[in-house]
């Protein structure tokens, strides 16, 4: 396995010559950790993936969650506004605040395994902050 920046300069390299996009979508667990919460449904993620296709999700408006610092559209036609925001699925916010940052502790120690290349390091700054 090489160092997760040799991974990350490819990706780039490749997505500033093809001028693509990423996006992170969600189908996982919300409102609540596993056998509590439920998996986001196929229509809606669907209606996401179509909102990025058509480009309609730059009229969406965005927030941006915190600890992830993830830009996230506050709605997109015929999706529950409750699915695109975490926080909002969850019976309340504290507990959000504590599953994501347990989560974001898990992310931080696993990234700490591959920070000797100086390069990969400088990524830090991109991960959760708590």
């Known amino acids: 396995m090489l160092d997760p920046i040799t991974y990350a300069r490819e990706l780039t390299k490749k997505m500033n010559l093809h001028k693509a996009e990423a996006w992170l979508i969600n189908t996982g667990w919300m409102g609540g950790a596993y056998g509590t919460g439920k998996r986001i449904d196929l229509p809606s993620t669907r209606k996401i993936v179509d909102a990025i296709l058509n480009d309609t999700i730059q009229n969406c408006g965005f927030e941006t969650i915190p600890v992830f610092n993830l830009s996230i559209p506050l709605k997109i036609k015929g999706v529950d506004s409750n ?5 909002k699925a969850w019976s309340t916010r504290e507990k959000w605040r504590l599953a994501a940052k347990d989560l ?25 902050i708590l």
Do not use: H
């Open 83 to 87: 699915l695109l925001n975490p926080a």
């Open 104 to 128: 974001a502790l898990k992310f931080i120690n696993n990234f700490s395994n591959f920070t000797s290349n100086p390069g990969t390091a400088s990524l830090i700054e991109y991960g959760p």
